[in-house]
């Protein structure tokens, strides 16, 4: 088995005041859902079944973007640290439930990034998220 890798996020020392003072005052409040996105501290919850369609829908792309880099399950698996087993399970969806974390890793490991993009329906057009 292969050892797991954890990566340092990359915070400014203000945003990590921020999350701490957060989960400090949640550890001693335990604010419902509703205070939390009242007070602009969290965020809204997505739903468990858009959350595995966003997980299918990254997951059935995998394979293919590993096979046009023309990379083998064992150069992922030296590429993520992650087992051969566990690259093909995530692969096929025997792993049906992989973490974010998970699908990015892999995703680093050809040079890609997930981006979840919001679109307007009625033109088809991404929403500007920044003004």
Known sequence: MTRREFRKRNQTPAQQAHEAAVRERFQRERPSLRQLLESGDGTEPMMQREYFELQVACRERLRPLREAAGLSLSDMATRTGM???????LESGVHANPTISTINRYLHALGKRLVVSIIDETTDAPVALRS
Not at 83 to 89: F, L, P, S, V
């Open 83 to 89: 087992d051969r087993a566990a690259i093909q399970k």
